[in-house]
């Protein structure tokens, strides 16, 4: 079964400590990886996605395929990056994403 | 450029009753899902449109729902008769491509009384 785990309901860290987001994944082929970002009275909004391998807003994420993993990292966590975040996938035979139930980040000053 | 748009942002109605929900996606986008959240629990996917067709829609619960998307503009969401477990928050997305970032609208939020 296609499943998305998101360990952490909620996470809680001070301005500029390290933050890691955690993701599992269970699929037997090929995913495409996301993560997802909810800003406070703001729409669901991509982050970054596997394929492209780029840091957005500091956010680095790598796809682990042995430990099924794909958590997502920031050294120097900002207040502004308070926000809830979900991973998700697609599987390779269709387009839908599939969501972690989502982490909550709260980063306190 | 405009983003992704759903009306009503929010309804209240009781078991019974019938709603519309309805989608706009970006200009241009051939591609439009729709995905629920309920009762605080993961946003699980419906259905997905390529233009007017269907392209998918094994996350549909029930015959209760049905979606359109007539001319492969605009979406519709119609939940009749609406019961107590439907109320959440609907989403809709599009995408250009298949393959490119899903952009997803504000959400409708449902009560069902």
């Known amino acids: 079964a296609q499943r998305v785990t998101q360990p952490e309901k909620l996470l809680s860290v001070f301005k500029g400590a390290p933050v890691e987001l955690k993701c599992n994944y269970s699929?037997?082929?090929?995913?495409?990886l996301f993560w997802y970002v909810q800003y406070s009275r703001q729409r669901l909004q991509l982050l970054l996605r596997?394929?492209s391998r780029e840091s957005i807003k500091g956010f680095t994420a790598d796809l682990n395929k042995g430990e099924t993993s794909f958590h997502l990292k920031k050294p120097f966590a900002q207040e502004e990056d308070s926000a809830m975040y979900y991973c998700?996938?697609?599987?390779?035979?269709?387009?839908?994403?599939?969501f972690g139930s989502g982490t909550r980040l709260l980063v306190r000053p | 450029e405009a983003g992704v748009t759903q009306f009503p942002s929010h309804s209240v109605i009781e078991k019974g009753q019938t709603v519309t929900l309805r989608c706009d996606p970006i200009?241009?986008?051939?591609?439009l899902y729709w995905y629920r959240r309920v009762m605080g629990k993961e946003i699980k996917f419906l259905l997905h449109?390529?233009?007017?067709?269907?392209?998918?829609e094994s996350g549909m619960p029930n015959n209760r729902f049905l979606a359109e998307r007539t001319g492969g503009t605009y979406s519709t969401l119609k939940v009749q008769p609406a019961e107590l477990e439907d109320s959440g928050v609907y989403f809709c997305?599009?995408?250009?491509?298949?393959?490119?970032?899903?952009?997803f609208g504000p959400g409708t939020r449902l009560l069902v009384l």
């Open positions: 699929y037997s082929g090929s995913p495409e």
């Open positions: 200009s241009g986008h051939d591609n």
């Open positions: 997305a599009s995408s250009q491509g298949l393959k490119e970032t899903q952009y």
């Open positions: 449109f390529v233009k007017e067709s269907k392209q998918d």
């Open positions: 998700a996938l697609t599987p390779g035979s269709s387009y839908k994403l599939i």
């Open positions: 596997h394929i």
